[in-house]
């Protein structure tokens, strides 16, 4: 058995995963050992700034030294860390990327939007069973990923990806430029959907395929958060929401509640973790705007993403 490590340093959450694989290739199944999540807001303000602000790399190297910890105790034969949008913007990035690299042993990889949305597909689709072509969805804080391929491809069965955009629009971004009333203000949330209608627009100029998939497939906070607010799961269960079919009924229905909730209501949500209470709406509008640019009925959730490609991504072929 072979068992890695992979860290995932976001806008809004540091994430960890560590998995065991059989060591038959990146296609096989992984068996989970730890999974983790911290919001740290890595992107604190750097949409007006550029700059990461001291506080939100202290946040995520105090996660990380936590993260050293757990892989020291689970005995992990190699890590794979990356840092995605928030970092790509900021021009003093290497105050997180030095101190990251020390804590943890290992480099610190820059990813590109393109490579982003690689690793997520490759995370989100291996082992799924459903009509391609597919098209997933990464809604992070800073960036939203769209990606288009195959689930299956080759005699490896390894997911193929035939295209990808990467835009700037995510949960803390959308936030931060345009819903600052508590609850947003109609005005507000209008701007914030058209703003996302506009990249939407830039998709279907740059990654014509993204319309015309027959499956569409969703990661990350934003989404996983929309699902448990629906299904109304007082605890956090990955199995539960891994693969849950939401709908764009129940999409609407969860981003007009939480819309018109002030944030001291809206955190009483059963599903919603109290660190997203400021953003959930940003994301959401995301969300609900993906589904009805592409008029999809549904969208998988997937807890399956970057981080499940980071590890695939050490296995041999």
Same mark, same amino acid.
């Given at each position: 058995m072979t068992r890695r490590a992979a860290i995932d340093m976001g806008t809004n959450s540091t994430r960890l995963l560590v998995a065991e694989s059989d060591g038959g290739g990146p296609a096989r199944p992984l068996k989970t050992i730890e999974r983790h999540m911290h919001i740290t807001r890595l992107g604190q303000g750097v949409n007006a700034?550029?700059?990461?602000?001291?506080?939100?790399?202290?946040?995520?190297?105090?996660?990380?030294?936590?993260?050293?910890?757990?892989?020291?105790?689970?005995?992990?034969?190699?890590?794979?860390?990356t840092a995605t949008s928030a970092a790509r913007d900021a021009a003093n990035r290497d105050d997180l990327l030095g101190p990251a690299a020390e804590i943890l042993g290992a480099p610190v990889e820059l990813l590109s939007g393109e490579d982003e949305g690689r690793l997520t597909f490759l995370g989100a689709t291996t082992g799924l069973d459903a009509p391609d072509p597919h098209l997933v969805v990464d809604i992070g804080g800073g960036s939203t990923e769209f990606i288009v391929g195959s689930g299956t491809a080759g005699d490896r069965g390894v997911p193929e990806m035939t295209g990808v955009l990467s835009v700037d629009v995510g949960?803390?971004?959308?936030?931060?430029?345009?819903?600052?009333?508590?609850?947003?203000?109609?005005?507000?949330?209008?701007?914030?959907?058209?703003?996302?209608?506009?990249?939407?627009?830039?998709?279907? *100029?740059?990654? !014509?395929?993204?319309?015309? %998939? /027959?499956?569409?497939?969703?990661?990350? @906070?934003?989404?996983?958060? #929309? =699902?448990?607010?629906?299904?109304?799961?007082?605890?956090?269960?990955?199995?539960?929401?891994?693969?849950?079919?939401?709908?764009?009924?129940?999409?609407?229905?969860?981003?007009?509640?939480?819309?018109?909730?002030?944030?001291?209501?809206? *955190?009483?949500? !059963?599903?919603?973790?109290? %660190? /997203?209470?400021?953003?959930?709406?940003? @994301?959401?509008?995301?969300? #609900? =705007?993906?589904?009805?640019?592409?008029?999809?009925?549904?969208?998988?959730?997937?807890?399956?993403?970057?981080?499940?490609?980071?590890?695939?991504?050490?296995?041999?072929?």
């Open positions: 700034t550029r700059r990461l602000h001291p506080d939100a790399v202290q946040r995520t190297l105090a996660v990380l030294r936590k993260y050293r910890d757990v892989m020291d105790a689970t005995g992990v034969e190699g890590v794979r860390a949960c803390v971004r959308l936030t931060e430029a345009w819903l600052h009333s508590d609850p947003p203000a109609a005005e507000e949330l209008s701007q914030a959907i058209s703003v996302v209608q506009a990249y939407l627009d830039d998709v279907d *100029r740059d990654l !014509p395929a993204a319309g015309q %998939a /027959r499956t569409l497939i969703g990661t990350a @906070g934003t989404v996983t958060t #929309v =699902a448990a607010v629906e299904i109304g799961l007082a605890e956090y269960d990955p199995e539960v929401l891994h693969h849950f079919r939401l709908t764009r009924e129940a999409a609407e229905d969860v981003f007009r509640t939480l819309a018109t909730e002030p944030a001291a209501d809206r *955190r009483h949500n !059963p599903g919603l973790e109290p %660190a /997203r209470v400021d953003v959930i709406v940003g @994301g959401a509008a995301v969300l #609900v =705007a993906v589904m009805r640019h592409w008029a999809f009925d549904e969208m998988i959730v997937s807890e399956a993403d970057i981080l499940d490609g980071l590890v695939r991504s050490q296995l041999a072929p």
